[in-house]
């Protein structure tokens, strides 16, 4: 019966612990003011917590060609919050990756660009609403 009572008890506390939205991560959702510099600006970016330390980035990387991007949060429960941009495609065949920082309410990724042979080195910054 000790057990049975163990194991169902052990159970819920491993379920209520396994939290979708990381705290530290929230800190980084929101709506932010934002430009991608020398290129584009000013224009509303949102980035949306993922499941644990990953975060998807809506805005304009190359131009006017808008995309939700997939990213990572180290360093999340620091101060300063790294960001990191695996290699992903969009837009066809164009790839994206890079790396930023996240500090008192203010974003900046740099980020670069495969397009065929073509490489665009870019820097978005933006600040929260």
Known sequence: MK?????????????????KYDED????????????????GPFSMVISADYGNSIKIDAPWLKDNWALIQADVRDKEDYSKRINIYSQKFDGNKRIYGEGVFQNYTLQIDYTIEDGYDLYHYTLVGTKL
Do not use: P
């Open 3 to 19: 057990a049975k009572l163990f194991s169902i008890l052990l159970l819920v506390i491993l379920i209520s612990s396994c939290e």
């Open 25 to 40: 991560v929230m800190e980084i959702a929101g709506v932010y003011e934002a430009h991608v510099t020398g290129v584009a």
